[in-house]
């Protein structure tokens, strides 16, 4: 049986070693299979009005030698690269500077759009956020979401909380708060507006949006405008659009999954097979325990009862307690023999066990059970507890004590 064990454990890590080395491999194979990596997931910037603000971007090839292409969409007149075009070697990255600028012809406010990075091989997009806000704002703007609200689908809603400052001084102004959800195509998919005062302390209330119910999957911005007379601030945020809530087994690769699952179905079993072995191995050892609790009960209830009788025969209250006194002595006797006994059994269990006698220890186990404890003990211990009372009781009379 524990070879066998052995045996089925080192065959169970083979197998996680040959699909931890596929799986390892098929990730490289993935990974290889991209052409060129970018060094960042967003492009968000946030500028006062008639300013600029440089961003840097990396390229890296992990191809062959190729052609590289960059432009913005949707943010005509607001973004510039410094080179559109350029050619990496194998292994090669690049940086470059992007340009984010105000322009006349465009209000203050929130503006989206996408960086597109083109080659022969592929097509990467990514996603851009251009804040343009008064020269010295009057108020800031602040946004508190949950992290659970930067993924939503469709039909949920979108809850926030905003909080607005007074930068300039502690009078109240009158500020309309615009709230709005843009697409990457610098289009606005919900707009809604509120009026409220600031005054010298910050003014903070929740918004609750409600989402299309045909609102496209993919990756949208929440932002906020806050207009007054005399400025524009604003503040916005990431979030997606998903079919259902990620997960691990959602976005994981089927290999990914059957592999996991499979690992976890192997571990269980280990732990089910290292249980069941322990069990088996101390199922003996537990049977006797539960032998040793049995036999002392029985014992136990014996004594009470022997005691129950003796002290009803009784009257006088200095006899009962020399009853309670000697069956006091008897029981600490009593359970120092079966002490004794069950510590004798088991070392022999222990022993057998050492030299793999299982056959042997359940014969024994059958054989104490039979035996029991043997009740002529209890009587044999009484009465030499018996006799003992009265040798003292007569040397203390001998010793001139008024016994």
Same mark, same amino acid.
């Given at each position: ?36 990596? #970018?060094? *960042? ?8 009005? =008639? ?61 989206? =759009?996408?960086?597109? /990075?083109? *080659? ?20 800031? *703007?602040?946004? #508190? ?10 039909? $949920? ?26 697409? !990457? ?23 609750? /949006? ?15 405008? *806050?207009?007054?007379?005399?400025? #524009? ?28 699952? #499979? ?17 088996? +191995? ?15 009960? /029985? ?13 009803? +025969? ?18 600490? +006797? ?7 006994k069950h510590e004798q059994q088991t070392k022999i269990f222990k022993e057998l066990r050492k030299h793999k006698k299982i056959s042997e ?11 029991? !404890?043997?009740?002529? $003990? ?26």
């Amino acid at each position: 049986m524990k070879k066998g064990l052995i045996w089925l454990i080192a065959l169970i890590v083979v197998i996680l070693g040959v699909g931890a080395f596929y799986y390892y491999n098929s990730s490289e194979e993935v990974s290889e299979a991209l052409s060129f990596k #970018v060094n *960042t997931i967003l492009l968000k910037s946030s500028i006062n009005s =008639g300013e600029s603000v440089f961003n840097t971007i990396k390229i890296t090839n992990l191809d062959k030698p190729q052609n590289f292409y960059l432009r913005f969409e949707n943010l005509g007149g607001l973004a510039y690269i410094n080179e559109p075009d350029f050619y990496l070697g194998a292994g090669d990255e690049k940086e470059l500077k992007l340009t984010f600028m105000d322009s006349p012809q465009k209000n203050l406010g929130i503006y989206t =759009g996408s960086f597109i /990075i083109k *080659t022969d091989l592929e097509e990467k997009v990514v996603p851009v956020i251009l804040e343009i806000q008064s020269r010295k704002p009057v108020f800031a *703007t602040n946004l #508190v979401v949950a992290s659970k609200y930067k993924e939503l689908k469709v039909g $949920e809603d979108m809850f926030v909380e905003i909080r607005l400052f007074n930068l300039k001084d502690s009078e109240p102004h009158d500020v309309k708060v615009i709230s709005l959800i843009k697409n !990457f195509e610098n289009e606005i998919v919900v707009s809604e507006s509120d009026m409220r005062v600031v005054s010298d302390g910050p003014d903070s209330f929740s918004k609750t /949006i409600a989402l299309p119910k045909d609102i496209s999957l993919g990756n949208y911005v929440f932002g906020v405008v *806050t207009e007054s007379e005399i400025s #524009v601030s604003t503040s916005s945020f990431l979030f997606s659009i998903v079919d259902d809530k990620s997960s691990f087994f959602k976005d994981a690769d089927s290999f990914t999954v059957i592999f996991s699952a #499979v690992v976890i179905v192997i571990i269980l079993i280990i732990v089910v097979l290292v249980v069941y072995l322990i069990y088996e +191995r101390d199922k003996l050892f537990f049977e006797l325990r539960k032998q040793h609790d049995s036999e002392m009960k /029985i014992l136990m209830e014996e004594l009470g009862r022997r005691r129950y009788r003796e002290e009803n +025969r009784i009257k006088e209250p200095k006899e009962r307690k020399a009853v309670e006194k000697r069956y006091k002595i008897i029981k600490q +006797r009593v359970v120092q023999k079966i002490k004794e006994k069950h510590e004798q059994q088991t070392k022999i269990f222990k022993e057998l066990r050492k030299h793999k006698k299982i056959s042997e220890a359940q014969r024994r186990l059958r054989q104490w059970k039979k035996q029991g !404890f043997n009740v002529e $003990e209890l009587d044999i211990i009484s009465r030499q507890v018996k006799k003992d009372l009265g040798n003292q009781i007569n040397e203390w009379k001998k010793q001139g004590y008024k016994v």
